[in-house]
């Protein structure tokens, strides 16, 4: 992992509210993705800065271990049209923590990296978390997958 420092973006997409109680997030997660790729979410998307995909994981109630908001969509330059239906976020300048999780997505590449993450000591800030699934990402079976971690100050 590095500490990276990431300035102010915004993003717009669709929401889900969950939590990893109970393995709730398993199944809500994967359902926002399906809805994303089969109502062509992206395509509507206004002012995308390009094709990544942002999953971003914010408003904790309090940590990982209690509910949370997954927004899933592209990096925008402007939040001045937000299509109904769909959320406009800002992701403020913070310090992050980088992981890479390599390998195929559909055998939980990206799940066991998470793992890791949660039982680190780093500190978290709990804020904003997010992949960026780019063209790194497209081959799902050999994939690369930016994780950023909102580090407390």
């Known amino acids: 992992m590095n500490k990276e420092t990431i300035k102010q973006f915004y993003v717009i997409g ?19 993705w399906n809805r994303f790729f089969t109502e062509g979410i992206s395509a509507n998307i206004p002012d995308k800065t390009d094709d990544a995909l942002y999953c971003i994981y914010t408003d904790y109630e309090k940590d990982h271990t209690r509910p949370y908001t997954t927004v899933l969509g592209c990096k925008v ?5 937000i299509p109904e239906g769909m959320v406009g976020i800002t992701i403020n300048d913070a310090t992050y923590d980088k992981y890479v999780a390599k390998g195929n997505i559909m055998q939980g590449s990206v799940f066991n990296t998470w793992t890791t993450i949660w039982n680190s000591e780093i500190p ?16 799902m079976e050999n994939a690369e997958v930016n994780i950023f971690i909102a580090l407390k100050h």
């Open 77 to 81: 330059s402007t939040l001045e049209v």
């Open 124 to 139: 978290r800030a709990f804020t904003a978390d997010f992949e960026v699934y780019d063209e790194r990402a497209k081959d």
């Open 14 to 32: 669709i929401q889900v509210r969950t939590t990893n109680e109970n393995g709730q997030a398993t199944k809500d997660i994967p359902a926002l």
